[in-house]
Structures are given as C-alpha cells and as structure tokens.
C-alpha cells in the first residue's frame, strides 16, 4: 500500500512539472470515458432493453399467406378491414418493395417495406 501512495506522488509531481501534458491526458480521459458512455447507451436503448409497448407479444398476429399464395389486400380493401374489425385492437398491413437508394443516376436498389400505421399497432412507433 505504501507502494502505491508512493506511486501516485511521484505521478502528480511529474504532472505538476508538465501542466500541458497534464490538460491533454484529462482531455483525452475525459472524451475517451464519454464516447464509451454514448455507444452504451446508444447499444441500451436498441439491443438490450426490451421492445415497448409489448406488454404481451403473445397476443400479435400476422396473416400472411393461405396455401402458399400472398393475401394482397388494395389500400381501399385494407380501409375496409380496419375499420370494419371487431375482433383485434388494431390491424395494419405491409408488403415488400423495391425503393432505389441513392442518387437517380447511381441509385441502387435494395429491398424495403411500404407500411400502414394505427395507434394500436405496438410497432408503429419505436
């Protein structure tokens, strides 16, 4: 233990002795310590804690195909089962889409989704 008072005394002096070293490596701790803080909290906020808003997931359903034919529903037809639904809190629809991503010349094409949102639908805000 004695070792160690020792060690930190001889540290601070060096450091007394040198005031611009000192300033760089509190900068330097300082903005080291706060990156690792905003990449925690931003992995938290997305991959450790839990979806919200789904209290009881075991409660969502998705219909999707009937014998291995896709249900397609037109924007009108989907009005229609929602707002003549009696049985779910909410209903919502997606489908895949094709969406070119980048300028219009170079734009790339990559796969996406046209969605529906309802204020029942536990997804649509996350």
Request: charged fraction near 20%.
């Amino acid at each position: 233990m004695r070792r160690l008072a020792e060690d930190i005394r001889y540290a601070l002096r060096q450091l007394r002795r040198s005031p611009s070293f000192a300033i760089l490596a509190l900068i330097t701790l300082t903005l080291g310590v706060a990156a690792n803080v905003i990449v925690f909290g931003i992995i938290d906020a997305f991959f450790l804690r839990p979806l919200p808003r789904i209290s009881e997931p075991q409660q969502l359903y998705m219909v999707q195909h009937r014998e291995d034919l896709w249900i397609t529903l037109s924007y009108p037809q989907y009005k229609d089962v929602r707002d003549r639904n009696t049985v779910f809190s909410g209903v919502a629809m997606y489908r895949p889409a094709r969406i070119g991503l980048g300028q219009t010349e170079k734009a790339q094409p990559v796969w996406g989704s046209a969605e529906t949102t309802s204020t029942c639908w536990p997804c649509s805000r996350l």
